[in-house]
């Protein structure tokens, strides 16, 4: 039924809009489009890598794509990503509006607020109050390492068994993020946290398949009974909830003194007294659920991914084990300063990073004016896809691009060096918020997990694949793996 009244819709806006869809003037090359789908029915909708893939080959480095009747314009490479988000870096730096993230936040927050005064505003306070929170009573350290806690309990519960670690790095990505907003964490069964949890897998679920790509193409199907409609609807509810959470802290702080970035928030609405604008309730809720989507999935994919390779290279994790004990040797607790002395396991740890490739197609940009790239002229409002995955593989900039290296982070003295071409939070000014935090979250989860076990990939499991699962933050397939406590050493 569903089917059937979609595919009359389709044909009759097929009808209403016979109209062709031709490039603009010195627009960067692409495929031939037709009207309504441009080039969509040259994609497998579940998963476009191999189809791109084969379009980059053949155009170049800066190609076009038609999503529907919206031009897209697809940056392959160091040196045009670094022209674009670095060189030309405001004409880069919007977000497109009408598509279904946009309609959830209403251009709200950060993450798909267009470029303006609001989100420069909304970006800035959230760099500097999550920075502040070292000052606050409890650091952002401490709060990593207390989350970090809770994941060693419950791994040490169920040690030798074979378990898939997938619900728990997520949980514990999420917790992270709500004691930094709400001031504490949540636990695991708790009913708003698995609200919420539920939420961001239905959401994420949906904004990154077929339906998400028909809504943002197909405006005119927009208002029909489809599977988008309850992401819109369990967006709000959420959202009404963390407003309950605004309210209560309204009822319980103490002005100038922030227990975490709600009450921050509130003290800078105070501080702009009668005009507060473009600080208001809606944004700061906006802003809150923005941060989970954030820091939530690419954090804890990151971690599955490194747990991941950890097993299919037992040698590379015995020797960043071999570096932890020897750095902490005799001491309890790590702390974030002590990465300067692990040179081999921050190698480890970024090398991951690289070769997950979480953000593979960034966060969608969108020109604020007509600009050039590469020689090619751009029109303002044009849809900007920078593939992140292309510069941490490309074959000029790596020592070893397509196979797992920690020698690719490490120069001939053994050292920690990053080439420039690590971009995996992207660059530019709208470059990933929340790295300071989620380079820390790496280090002291891994490091940590690193130090009190070992990771072994059961022996009835075949082969680790390393296929990722395609989507907007990409992820290793769920895998099992066994754990087995070990004993430090020297204490
Ligand atoms: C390993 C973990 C992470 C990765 C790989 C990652 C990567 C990225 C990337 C590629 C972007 C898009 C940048 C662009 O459009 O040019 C982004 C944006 C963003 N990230 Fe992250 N991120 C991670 C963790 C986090 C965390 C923990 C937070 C939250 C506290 C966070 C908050 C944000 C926000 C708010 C934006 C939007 C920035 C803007 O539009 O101005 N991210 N991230
Ligand atoms: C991005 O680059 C990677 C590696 O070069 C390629 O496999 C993928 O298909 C590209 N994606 C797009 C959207 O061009
Ligand atoms: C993570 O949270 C979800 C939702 O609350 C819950 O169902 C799941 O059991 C939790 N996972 C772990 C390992 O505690």
Redesign the pocket.
Known sequence: MVVSVVLLWVCFCMLLFLIRTRRPKHFPPGPQTIPIFGNLHQLNLVNPVNDLQKLSDRYGKVFSFYFGGRPAVIITGMEAMREALLTKALDFAGRPGGVLLSHLTQGKGIIMADYGPSWKEHRRFALITMRNFGLGKQSMEERILGEVSYICA?LEKVAGQTID?Q??F??AS?DIICSIMFGSRYE???EF??AM??MMADNSKIANGPWGMIYDTMPLLRNLPLPFQSALRDYHTVKMHVLDIVNEHRATRTPNEPRDLIDGYLDEVDKRGQDPAPFDDSQMLTMLLDLLFAGTDTTSNTIRAAVLYFMAYPDIQERCQQEIDMVLEGRDQLCFEDRHSMPYTQAVIHETQRAASTLPLSVFHCTTKDTELTGYQIPKGTLVIQNLSSVLHEETQWKFPHSFNPNNFLNEQGEFEKPPAFMPFSIGPRTCLGEGLARMELFLILVTLLRRFQFIWPEDAGEPDFTPVFGVTQAPKPYKMVVKPRTITAN
């Open positions: 419950h670690p619900t728990l997520h949980n999420c695991y069964d708790h946290f698995q949890i539920k």
